[in-house]
T-cell receptor, first 115, second 113 residues
Framework: NAGVTQTPKFQVLKTGQSMTLQCAQDMNHEYMSWYRQDPGMGLRLIHY???????DQGEVPNGYNVSRSTTEDFPLRLLSAAPSQTSVYFC??????????????FGQGTRLTVV | SQKIEQNSEALNIQEGKTATLTCNYTNYSPAYLQWYRQDPGRGPVFLLL?????KEKRKERLKVTFDTTLKQSLFHITASQPADSATYLCALLPGGSQGNLIFGKGTKLSVKP
């Protein structure tokens, strides 16, 4: 049981480049989300999904797109990378939505640097 | 404004003592609070969940309390060990949310031998 798998682990981008951070879970979880973690800021929600075909914005969605075509996969796209998007990105999944949830399972993170 | 705060950025204690970490929130009505452990370079790992109608939860050496009047959760590690050294995050699920956890900034715990 792999849990939540994120790729790549490290990435360096030039300003203006685009890329996709991959996230896959093999636990048949309904809820998936993307967070970014910056020093002194804590984890902040970028986008989330409550099921295949359903996505919505979190606290800091600007500059990012997501899609959820299957239950397993929830990729995060950076449209035109900016230095302000330098951060550590975490994908997480939870079995259910809302208060029925018990815990979030996190991936190992992607450390992104935009130069 | 809505806030969730972990009072200490860092906490240093001696092995064998009890570590107590604090999480306060304002202008939320949480459905529940969670505590996570995060080691350097790793993703957070779930430890405990306590619901709004619960006062206390225990798991081995861990204990969490939840006071909705004070709007505060306390996280205790008894008989602390150097292996407990990590950053601990509290997170709340606002009432009515679909699952969007709100995280505190974390407290870095160091347990010295």
């Amino acid at each position: 049981n792999a849990g939540v798998t994120q790729t790549p682990k490290f990435q360096v981008l030039k300003t203006g480049q685009s890329m996709t951070l991959q996230c896959a879970q093999d636990m048949n979880h309904e809820y998936m989300s993307w967070y970014r973690q910056d020093p002194g800021m804590g984890l902040r929600l970028i986008h989330y999904s409550v099921g295949a075909g359903i996505t919505d914005q979190g606290e800091v969605p600007n500059g990012y797109n997501v899609s959820r075509s299957t239950t397993e996969d929830f990729p995060l796209r950076l449209l035109s990378a900016a230095p302000s998007q330098t951060s550590v990105y975490f994908c997480a999944s939870s079995p259910k939505t809302g208060p029925l949830n018990t815990e979030a399972f996190f991936g190992q993170g992607t450390r992104l640097t935009v130069v | 404004s809505q806030k969730i705060e972990q009072n200490s950025e860092a906490l240093n204690i001696q092995e064998g003592k009890t570590a107590t970490l604090t999480c306060n929130y304002t202008n939320y009505s949480p459905a529940y609070l969670q505590w996570y452990r995060q080691d350097p370079g790793r993703g957070p790992v779930f430890l405990l969940l306590i619901r709004e109608n619960e006062k206390e939860k225990r798991k081995e050496r861990l204990k969490v309390t939840f006071d909705t009047t004070l709007k505060q959760s306390l996280f205790h590690i008894t008989a602390s060990q150097p292996a407990d050294s990590a950053t601990y995050l509290c997170a709340l699920l606002p009432g009515g949310s679909q699952g969007n956890l709100i995280f505190g900034k974390g407290t870095k715990l160091s347990v010295k031998p």
